[in-house]
Nanobody
């Protein structure tokens, strides 16, 4: 089955850190741009970070810039989202999305819950 799988979510105190991972099942991430999105209850899904297939194009939403870092681990065929200085407003379900650089085929994961609370 072709799908993306997120992991690494959980409960963390404000100011803490989490590292999310996005891995593929049934295909390789090599030719896919990967984006991280999040959706808080009652809010629209928000794109927060993206890394291109060549890893040279990396973008962040203003809401996470300077606190989150997206990176690709080619040896493990995964994309990580390092989240530091977490705030309660970062609480959301986090999703990764992969888009093939040529065909445009797109896959989404099921999401992982991140809760920032004391």
């Amino acid at each position: 089955q072709v799908q993306l799988v997120e992991s690494g979510g959980g409960l963390v105190q404000p100011g803490g850190s989490l590292r999310l991972a996005c891995a593929a099942s049934g295909f390789t991430l090599k030719n896919y741009a990967i984006g991280w999105f999040r959706q808080a209850p009652g809010k629209a899904r928000e794109g927060i970070a993206c890394i291109g297939t060549g890893d040279k194009i990396i973008t962040y939403a203003d809401s996470v810039k300077g606190r989150f870092t997206i990176s690709r681990d080619s040896t493990k065929d995964a994309v990580h989202l390092q989240m530091n200085s977490l705030k309660p407003e970062d609480t959301a379900v986090y999703y990764c999305c992969g888009r093939h650089r040529i065909s445009g085929a797109e896959y989404w994961g099921q999401g992982t819950q991140v809760t920032v609370s004391s």
